[in-house]
């Protein structure tokens, strides 16, 4: 597997996205290139560009299986009651996101978790899709307070862990390391074996 870091552009994959750390001005500047809501903490805008990820995906997945909807059901004009039943043209439009705001209220959002459940589940109803909100949206809750403290705190984290087993070392140091470590795939937790990182392994 390809450790080097790769560039935060409309080609990243979410794993890739997922297994490195960005800088707060990298994702604003991805948001700012893909149209992307710039506003907010680093989690925030990690979120929206999951979500831009994703929906690249499923529609690059589509276009390769060259699925063809059956129904005209229009999800942009079309009154919808919470009788109505999810087509396999559903899209996320102005008018979906108007309906579950009146039914759930201001907190409504759309992410990936329920955008994937709607895109998965033709033939069962909004009021069922409301419920199934709820559901994930607590799960969610739970997974981004805790990804939010790891992710504000990982760099505070690393030096002092770094510090603590290396305390002949300098603060300049831990950085040098902090920088190495957060460039490669996977966890950006202090490891006793990161004092043997170097250029070369940004490069494997």
Wanted: charged share 25%.
């Amino acid at each position: 597997m390809n450790r080097s870091r790769p560039a935060l552009d409309g080609k990243i994959s979410i794993e890739d996205f997922t297994s490195f750390y960005w800088l707060k001005e990298e994702l604003v500047s991805f948001c700012k290139i893909k149209g992307i809501l710039q506003t907010g903490s680093k989690i925030d805008l990690a979120s929206r560009i999951h979500i831009f990820l994703d929906c690249v995906e499923i529609v690059v997945l589509d276009a390769n299986k060259q699925h063809k909807p059956t129904s005209v059901f229009d999800w942009k004009k079309s009154t919808l009651t919470q009788n109505t039943i999810i087509t396999d043209n559903y899209k996320n439009t102005e008018s979906v996101r108007a309906f579950f705001t009146l039914h759930i209220g201001t907190s409504f959002r759309f992410f990936v978790a329920f955008m994937n459940w709607m895109n998965q589940n033709t033939g069962k109803t909004l009021y069922d899709a409301i419920i199934e909100w709820y559901r994930l949206h607590a799960l969610k809750k739970d997974k981004t307070i805790q990804t939010e403290i790891g992710s504000q705190f990982e760099y505070n984290q690393y030096m002092r862990d770094f510090l603590k087993d290396n305390p002949d070392k300098s603060s300049k140091e831990a950085m040098k390391y902090w920088k190495l470590k957060r460039a490669l795939r996977g966890t950006n937790a202090y490891e006793k074996s990161d004092l043997t990182l170097s250029q070369i392994d940004l490069q494997q």
